[in-house]
């Protein structure tokens, strides 16, 4: 309990931090195509890259690949079906075929209905997913973080020599 506590406590810190929105609904949606898809997929050894190396907030992309895990539990009849109807299409059967006999993307096992499925599904979900949380972050700093740092016990607590310390050493080591 102690442990989910904290990462919430991390969340809520990343998304009241001076990140950019777009790094944190980046760091999301990375994190929700692995969520979705089957883990041990090589498009997720190349999203897990991704992460590393580009500037995306590294909390939300685990937040994603947890909450979108359990999505994907449910879903995954529907990531079923979608893939079976994609790997049936008869106007996609050239396409498939070629794509099969690259042995280089054969590895990636496209050809299983829930990896093709669930693959296309989250990157269909990028793009209402992105500049929604993009908003939601914006929405939060905007209202209810200027709400909660006008309580009192908020203001008490950073008007502490604790917090002062707290925010010395934060500013060392480079994260305020």
């Known amino acids: 309990m102690f442990l989910i506590l904290k990462y919430i406590a991390k969340l809520l810190k990343a998304i009241s931090s001076e990140a950019a929105p777009g ?27 991704l992460i590393i190396i580009l500037k995306v907030n590294i909390g939300m992309a685990i937040l994603g690949f947890l909450v979108f895990s359990g999505v994907a539990y449910l879903a995954d009849p529907v990531f079923h079906s979608f893939g079976t109807w994609m790997l049936e299409n008869e106007s996609l059967q050239g396409f498939w075929v070629t794509m099969y006999n690259n042995e280089w993307i054969a590895i990636s096992r496209f050809y299983n209905t829930v990896v093709i499925g669930s693959l296309l599904i989250a990157i269909g979900l990028c793009l209402p997913v992105y500049p929604l949380t993009v908003y939601m972050v914006k929405e939060y700093r905007e209202h209810i973080l200027a709400r909660i740092n006008k309580w009192k016990v908020v203001k008490l607590l950073k008007g502490t020599k604790l917090y002062s310390i707290y925010q010395g050493v934060n500013r060392v080591r480079g994260k305020a």
């Open 23 to 49: 790094q944190l609904a980046a760091g999301l949606i990375l994190g929700m195509i692995i969520g979705l898809t089957p883990v041990a997929s090589i498009h997720n050894l190349i999203i897990l890259v």
